[in-house]
């Protein structure tokens, strides 16, 4: 108790603006242990050590929390993505170009594990402003893989792209969730890149033949 007294005093003495990380890495912790129903606010305060209201000092209520939270999760996810991407796509060669995207979402994911369960597994709480803002991310992601498929079956002349390419966006996303959660989750034998490397082939051939 006279430990617990002393972390609150110390978190006293914090501005909102520094105690707003510690309170995002106490929320990721609930969050992740309980989900969207069991992270409250005074259950934050418990994790972080501190009051409730120094919870609320820093935000209003538990979706502007959360929002923060995934907000900080998806920037670390997706950058981490972005960055391993090749600037320049191969559109030659499809398989290496599926194949590199796939191993850096992996890589990115299995290397924060827990940005990926807030990013993906989110989207499974109900109609929570934290799902809605999840979808709201991945429809962007879908567009840019939407772009990025309309390129490449236009350089082999694909007809009736602007119908075929939406379909080919959503099984490339739904693939790469799938995979995460398979590594992630499911601890299937398979590293980043022998799993990339696995599915880009067998995606390859279908896209091809279709």
């Known amino acids: 108790m006279a430990q617990d007294r002393a972390v609150r005093r110390r978190a006293a003495h914090l501005g909102p603006e520094k105690r707003r990380p510690l309170i995002l890495d106490s929320a990721l912790q609930v969050y992740l242990a309980h989900g969207y129903r069991g992270t409250s606010m005074q259950a934050v305060a418990d994790a972080a050590g501190v009051t409730k209201p120094v919870v609320y000092e820093c935000f209003r209520n538990r979706d502007e929390l959360l929002l923060a939270l995934l907000g900080r999760e998806e920037k670390r996810l997706f950058d981490a993505v972005i960055a391993a991407l090749p600037k320049m796509p191969d559109f030659e060669n499809l398989e290496a170009l599926i194949g ?33 803002r999840v979808r709201a991310a991945r429809e962007t992601i879908l567009g840019r893989l939407r772009d990025l498929v309309v390129m490449y079956l236009a350089t082999i002349k694909v007809e009736d792209t602007e119908r075929k390419a939406p379909v080919l966006a959503e099984l490339l996303a739904s693939i790469c969730e799938s995979c995460g959660r398979m590594l992630i989750v499911e601890k299937q034998p398979w590293t980043p890149a022998e799993l990339a490397a696995y599915v880009s082939r067998l995606m390859t051939l279908g896209v091809k033949r279709a």
């Open 100 to 132: 590199q995207g796939l191993e850096a979402f992996l890589i990115a994911a299995t290397e924060a594990p827990d940005s990926w369960r807030v990013v993906f597994e989110s989207s499974r709480t109900s109609d929570s402003p934290v799902a809605k």
